[in-house]
């Protein structure tokens, strides 16, 4: 454990964004730690082929362990547990409840990712390991080309995901889960025009034999069987930490931050899939680095940015109201 002082940072998450954030803080030599949860979506990956620098492609699992012996290496500090409240003193730091301690710190780096809303089927983690379970075309849309793909949605966000899918493959199939599907009819035509079949009654449940998810049972007794399954049923921002402290979100509850990475509570920063922007690794990992870096140099009282004309970049909660209505990143 470290002596009972003020953190310089607390990051909360161990994901690709918080073992980032832990790598350039302690390059830094700053006093810091990583709460870790355990529960990165990153785990899950069964091999990442579109992350730079593995040409073969890395398991989730074995990047994150990378990161955190890198990390380590330069001395960083992370404990496997759970924030489970985040206030502030009076006198400055905040206050974080961890595991039933008591952690004071200067700055906090939110990096809690976000949970995905998942279809109800016998162990989905290990459905999502295997493959058969997938949430993100962009990650890995060039490993399904020429597959037969059932998108699971209840209405215009699935045919988003449908019609993202179709570049890699003629054979997709927009499901729904419990409701009859929402689309209207300029969707339908969408849909038609893009040769995406839809099927209106409700899957039931769904079987999955060895390797394949072999059958959807749906209402009416029809089954339909698919090599792939992708969900876009949506996710949820664990946010709720910032919540008492009046940070600003947006409407899916992703803090909403500056190109800092500052959010509208002072010395609280946010980066990865917590923010709403494109959930990438990659694009948490940037996050990341700039928020430490921001981070560092605030704790060291340098002056803030400036522009071109010399003047003091300015930052206000309304200039992130601004950024709360801007359209969000593809996840």
Same mark, same amino acid.
């Given at each position: 454990?470290?002596?009972?002082?003020?953190?310089?940072?607390?990051?909360?998450?161990?994901?690709?964004? =918080?073992?980032?954030?832990?790598?350039?803080?302690?390059?830094?030599?700053?006093?810091?730690?990583?709460?870790?949860?355990?529960?990165?979506?990153?785990?899950?990956?069964?091999?990442?082929?579109?992350?730079?620098?593995?040409?073969?492609?890395?398991?989730?699992?074995?990047?994150?362990?990378?990161?955190?012996?890198?990390?380590?290496?330069?001395?960083?500090?992370?404990?496997?547990?759970?924030?489970?409240?985040?206030?502030?003193?009076?006198?400055?730091? *905040?206050?974080?409840?961890?595991?039933?301690?008591?952690?004071?710190?200067?700055?906090?780096?939110?990096?809690? =990712?976000?949970?995905?809303?998942?279809?109800?089927?016998?162990?989905?983690?290990?459905?999502?390991?295997?493959?058969?379970?997938?949430?993100?075309?962009?990650?890995?849309?060039?490993?399904?080309?020429?597959?037969?793909?059932?998108?699971?949605?209840?209405?215009?966000?699935? +045919?988003?995901?449908?019609?993202?899918?179709?570049?890699?493959?003629?054979?997709?199939?927009?499901?729904?889960?419990?409701?009859?599907?929402?689309?209207?009819?300029?969707?339908?035509?969408?849909?038609?025009?893009?040769?995406?079949?839809?099927?209106?009654?409700?899957?039931?449940?769904?079987?999955?034999?060895?390797?394949?998810?072999?059958?959807?049972?749906?209402?009416? =007794?029809?089954?339909?069987? *698919?090599?792939?399954?992708?969900?876009?049923?949506?996710?949820?921002?664990?946010?709720? +930490?910032?919540?008492?402290?009046? $940070? +600003?979100?947006?409407?899916?509850?992703?803090?909403?931050?500056?190109?800092?990475?500052?959010?509208? $509570?002072?010395?609280?920063?946010?980066?990865?899939?917590?923010?709403?922007?494109?959930?990438?690794?990659?694009?948490?990992?940037?996050?990341?680095?700039?928020?430490? $870096?921001?981070?560092?140099?605030?704790?060291?009282?340098?002056? +803030?940015?400036?522009?071109?004309?010399?003047? $003091?970049?300015?930052?206000?909660?309304?200039?992130?109201?601004?950024?709360?209505?801007?359209?969000?990143?593809?996840?």
């Amino acid at each position: 454990m470290m002596p009972e002082k003020v953190l310089d940072c607390l990051v909360v998450g161990g994901g690709p964004a =918080g073992l980032t954030a832990a790598i350039y803080l302690a390059r830094f030599r700053r006093r810091f730690q990583v709460v870790d949860a355990g529960r990165s979506r990153a785990a899950l990956i069964p091999t990442s082929h579109n992350h730079a620098g593995f040409p073969d492609g890395v398991r989730g699992s074995v990047l994150l362990g990378r990161m955190a012996e890198q990390a380590r290496k330069y001395g960083a500090h992370i404990v496997a547990g759970a924030v489970t409240h985040l206030s502030r003193r009076e006198d400055g730091p *905040f206050v974080a409840i961890v595991d039933g301690r008591r952690i004071a710190t200067h700055t906090v780096l939110l990096a809690t =990712g976000i949970v995905d809303r998942e279809p109800n089927l016998p162990d989905v983690p290990d459905a999502i390991r295997r493959g058969l379970v997938r949430h993100c075309g962009i990650c890995d849309g060039y490993e399904v080309l020429g597959d037969s793909v059932g998108v699971l949605g209840h209405g215009s966000s699935g +045919l988003h995901e449908a019609l993202f899918l179709r570049t890699y493959t003629a054979n997709v199939t927009l499901l729904s889960l419990g409701c009859p599907l929402r689309l209207t009819s300029d969707e339908r035509g969408q849909a038609a025009s893009a040769g995406i079949t839809i099927v209106d009654a409700p899957v039931q449940h769904v079987v999955i034999e060895k390797d394949r998810i072999r059958a959807l049972a749906l209402r009416g =007794g029809d089954c339909r069987s *698919f090599d792939v399954l992708y969900s876009a049923l949506g996710s949820d921002a664990r946010s709720e +930490l910032v919540r008492d402290l009046g $940070t +600003l979100v947006d409407g899916k509850g992703c803090v909403v931050t500056d190109e800092h990475q500052r959010s509208s $509570t002072d010395g609280l920063f946010a980066a990865g899939d917590v923010v709403r922007s494109l959930d990438q690794i990659s694009v948490a990992m940037g996050q990341a680095a700039i928020a430490a $870096t921001a981070i560092h140099n605030r704790l060291r009282g340098m002056a +803030l940015p400036r522009d071109a004309s010399g003047e $003091t970049l300015s930052f206000s909660p309304q200039n992130l109201r601004d950024r709360s209505t801007a359209a969000p990143g593809v996840s």
